[in-house]
């Protein structure tokens, strides 16, 4: 019978390459699941921004009041309002209601804030004027 001898130093030495391959494994298959849920995330963006921009399309063949850069400039200015005077990047517009008579019709957009986060922002629209709600 062969006793093998293993020291303290080489027990800690291999439980810490345990611990690294397990963390580097780890990560590897966070950054896939993350690749991956980004890409459906973007892929469902697209579908919303596509109809929105159909309903838009509509909206504006029936009733001028849906001037694509005067909802921009209103949904900006709410949204400074509503999260102060921080940046706002990436304004899209991805939901059109328009609904019967001008002052049912909303508009909803989505943007990211200057602390990285995603919002959403609702304007309705009174006597012909856009505005948050």
């Given amino acids: 019978m062969t006793i093998i001898a293993i020291s ?7 439980a810490l390459l345990v611990v690294v ?22 892929a469902g963006l697209k579908r919303e921004l596509a ?3 159909d309903a838009l399309t509509q909206a504006r063949s029936l009733d001028k009041g849906w001037d694509r850069d005067a909802l921009i400039e209103a949904a900006r200015v709410a949204a400074v309002e509503r999260f102060g005077g921080e ?4 304004l899209q517009l991805v939901q059109v209601l328009d609904r019967p008579g001008i002052d049912a019709d909303q508009a909803i ?15 309705g629209r009174t006597g012909g004027e856009w505005g948050a709600e």
């Fill in 8 to 14: 303290v130093l080489d027990i800690v030495l291999l």
């Fill in 21 to 42: 391959i397990a963390v580097v494994l780890l990560a590897g298959g966070g950054s896939v699941a993350m690749g991956r849920r980004t890409r459906a995330r973007e």
């Fill in 51 to 53: 109809q929105a921009e």
């Fill in 87 to 90: 940046a706002v990047t990436n």
């Fill in 109 to 123: 957009f989505r943007f990211e804030a200057a602390d990285g986060k995603e919002h959403r922002i609702t304007l």
